[in-house]
């Protein structure tokens, strides 16, 4: 049955009341027609519960908008939903990719995820072809999907909204990643679940690496609002000494948007549940808004907290990763890269869900607290334990 405005209604109901679904919900293909933005493909999703987002399909797919009931939870940097084809990767030391950087979900891969760098090139036997540079978080976020197809899938009286798609990172004397995504949404829900599979479709044995960027902001990120996590161990912060206690700012509690902030960054190790996931959450209590964000501990083993609260760019990052951050290099030397052969793919599934009201925000907590308790000191000493992948 679809649930839509206190009413629980069959496929039958929902077709009395309406000539087409799209009244209600649905997935519509457009084209942006100005500025950077000029020329972008983006598919918006309405799922009559008052969750609205949409996907880029010029962009990796990768969720750029989201709002629940008027309320923003999408992060837009000054950046905008920049045109891939005005997109230097190379640029500014690899730092270029700032320049694209906006949006609810940003991904990054698929043979690279961290900070500008150069590594071997070997596996591609090409004599001119010495190593590879790479530049911040990789290049598939700025690749367009080649759409396959999107619509509403009835099942019976329930109704699934979903777009298909594959982004193929590729070169001659190089890696031939294909990217397969499926984004799904409930008629009535408010969930957004994602499933991806990364495949190498070239015949030499390829790195992989992948992590997603999901980026929320105000109103939900606001002073007071709380991070929530099951975290087992801080293992790392990009801090030297006391600098994240001079900001002020600790990981558990969203300040307000600061003059002058400089950016941090942690490394947690997250307790699964029972079922092997990984629930992580920002819960704003003024609001009675939350929004979760859930993958696989065996498929994504590692996570990032992205802390961005400077005015003008104000952000959390919830980023879970195939790879601690100790990068490319290190991943190889400690036996932890990935390789896929010809044929050979790995599969990933993340959930958005928007949590609506005191009860749910407190259900999510208790669930997250079930699995681990993380800790109660705000500036945590990181352990240093890479744990082996």
């Given at each position: 049955?679809v649930k ?11 077709a009395e009341?309406s000539?087409m679904?799209s ?10 027609g ?9 598919l918006e999703?309405r799922t ?5 987002f949409?996907?880029l399909?010029d962009?990796?797919l990768?969720?750029?908008?989201c709002?629940y009931?008027?309320q ?9 939903f920049?045109?891939?084809?005005l997109?230097?990767y190379?640029?500014?030391k690899g730092l270029?990719?700032?320049r694209?950087?906006s ?5 990054c891969g698929?043979?690279h995820?961290l900070g ?6 070997d596996?591609?036997n090409y ?5 590879i540079t ?5 290049r598939?976020?700025?690749i ?6 999107y619509?509403?899938s009835?099942?019976?009286d329930?109704?699934v ?7 193929q990172q590729?070169a001659?004397?190089?890696e031939?990643?294909h990217?397969?995504r499926r984004i799904e949404?409930?008629?009535?829900g408010?969930?957004?679940r994602i ?6 479709h070239?015949f030499?044995?390829t790195p992989?690496?992948?992590?997603y960027?999901?980026n ?9 609002a709380?991070y929530v996590?099951p ?8 801090h030297a ?9 600790g990981y558990?509690t ?7 902030f400089?950016?941090q960054?942690w490394q947690?190790?997250?307790a699964?549940?029972?079922k ?15 929004f979760?964000?859930?993958t696989?501990?065996n498929?994504?083993p ?9 005015a003008g ?12 951050v100790l990068?490319?290099l290190?991943?190889?030397e ?10 050979e793919?790995r599969a ?8 609506d009201?005191g009860e749910a ?9 079930s699995?681990?308790?993380q800790?109660a ?10 744990r082996?992948?």
């Amino acid at each position: 049955m679809v649930k839509l405005y206190g009413q629980t209604l069959t496929r039958r109901d929902v077709a009395e009341r309406s000539g087409m679904l799209s009244q209600f919900a649905g997935v519509r293909l457009m084209t942006l027609g100005d500025g950077v933005e000029r020329g972008v493909r983006m598919l918006e999703f309405r799922t009559g519960s008052g969750l609205r987002f949409t996907a880029l399909v010029d962009r990796a797919l990768d969720i750029a908008d989201c709002d629940y009931k008027g309320q923003a939870i999408g992060w837009h940097s000054p950046t905008g939903f920049r045109h891939p084809g005005l997109h230097e990767y190379e640029g500014e030391k690899g730092l270029a990719w700032a320049r694209s950087f906006s949006g609810l979900l940003v991904t990054c891969g698929l043979d690279h995820i961290l900070g500008p760098g150069e590594v071997p090139a070997d596996e591609y036997n090409y004599p001119g072809k010495q190593g590879i540079t790479h530049s911040l978080h990789g290049r598939v976020g700025t690749i367009p999907a080649r759409l396959t197809g999107y619509g509403e899938s009835w099942d019976g009286d329930e109704c699934v909204l979903w777009a298909e798609g594959i982004v193929q990172q590729s070169a001659v004397f190089g890696e031939d990643l294909h990217l397969i995504r499926r984004i799904e949404a409930d008629v009535g829900g408010n969930e957004i679940r994602i499933r991806d599979r990364v495949i190498n479709h070239g015949f030499v044995r390829t790195p992989h690496m992948l992590f997603y960027h999901v980026n929320v902001s105000h109103p939900l990120v606001d002073e007071g609002a709380r991070y929530v996590a099951p975290i087992a161990d801080v293992v790392w912060a990009a801090h030297a000494g006391d600098a994240y206690r001079a900001q002020g700012v600790g990981y558990r509690t969203l300040p307000k948007p600061q003059l002058g902030f400089r950016e941090q960054v942690w490394q947690h190790e997250m307790a699964a549940d029972a079922k092997g996931d990984v629930p992580v959450a920002v819960l704003n209590d003024a609001l009675g808004l939350g929004f979760q964000v859930t993958t696989r501990k065996n498929q994504l083993p590692c996570a990032y907290q992205w802390q961005n609260f400077q005015a003008g760019h104000y952000a959390l990052g919830i980023e879970p990763s195939t790879h601690h951050v100790l990068g490319d290099l290190v991943a190889r030397e400690r036996g932890e890269m990935i390789w896929l052969d010809h044929d050979e793919s790995r599969a990933y599934e993340v959930s958005f869900r928007v949590l609506d009201g005191g009860e749910a925000l407190a259900d999510a907590e208790a669930a997250i607290r079930s699995i681990a308790i993380q800790p109660a000191d705000d500036y945590p000493t990181p352990s240093g334990h890479f744990r082996s992948l």
